[in-house]
């Protein structure tokens, strides 16, 4: 099956510091990615949507200028925490769809990043 | 907008047990509905989906999950669990409009006691 991958797989940082995530799909080409926030105990929250050779869309209610998202490639899709404090500390997601022709695309998930920021 | 709830948060049950977990959805149009897994320390995993058709969905490692229109259901369903079923189960729409983007239920902790 499809494979999309995450690292790091965690991060400690400072408050104050930036973070960058990458999501990459492995063996398919993705020009969509969602990446999603899950706090403990609680479910995934879309964040936004990261478009390649475009700029990505927020959900309402996430700050584009904290979240910063560039799908540099079609395999890879990035996650910068700029500036981040200890509220931000949550496992990041990410998906990739896959085209099925149908109405809607299966989405494979990357395993996640668990960011702490102290 | 689309929406799903799930009401069981913590389920235990001992192996070789049934299986439901609840699942209800907002939306009265056209519905897709899925039940993701989430085995420990592993990423998201489709169980199943429901796009049209038969309402009782076969999915992987034994479960099922039936869609009932006049109730808004698509619970998840499994006549005997094994101790390898522990994981949290989610429910899940797609947004209203499309786009592939997914609503999450909150979740379900799935305990499978030896």
Redesign the interface.
């Known amino acids: 099956g499809a494979v999309?991958s995450q690292h790091p797989s965690w991060v400690i940082c400072k408050s104050g510091t930036s973070v960058k995530i990458e999501c990459r799909s492995l063996d398919f080409q993705a020009t969509?990615m969602?990446w999603y926030r899950q706090f403990p105990?609680?479910?995934?929250?879309?964040m936004a949507?990261s478009n390649e050779g475009s700029k990505a869309t927020y959900e309402q209610g996430v700050e584009k200028d904290k979240f910063l998202i560039n799908h540099a490639s079609l395999t890879l899709s990035t996650l910068t925490v700029t500036s981040a404090h200890p509220e931000d500390s949550s496992f990041y997601?990410c998906?990739a769809?896959i085209a099925s022709g149908?109405?809607?695309?299966?989405?494979f998930?990357?395993?996640?990043t668990r960011l702490t920021v102290l | 907008a689309q929406s799903v709830s799930q009401h069981n948060h913590h389920v235990i049950l001992s192996e070789a047990a049934s299986l439901e977990l609840g699942c209800n959805y907002s939306y009265g149009g056209t519905v897709?509905l899925f039940w993701?897994v989430q085995y420990p320390g592993?990423?998201?995993?489709?169980l199943l989906?429901y796009?049209s058709g038969d309402p009782l969905v076969k999915g992987i490692k034994g479960f099922e999950a039936e869609f009932i229109k006049s109730k808004f259901s698509f619970n998840l369903r499994k006549p005997s669990v094994q101790w390898s079923d522990t994981a949290e189960y989610?429910c899940a729409v797609?947004?209203t409009g499309?786009?592939?983007?997914?609503?999450?239920?909150?979740?379900t902790?799935l305990k499978v006691e030896l």
């Open positions: 999309v969509t969602f105990k609680q479910s995934l929250m879309l949507t997601i998906s769809p149908g109405s809607y695309n299966e989405q998930f990357g395993p996640g | 897709n993701y592993q990423h998201l995993q489709l989906k796009f989610f797609p947004f499309g786009g592939n983007k997914l609503t999450f239920g909150t979740g902790q």
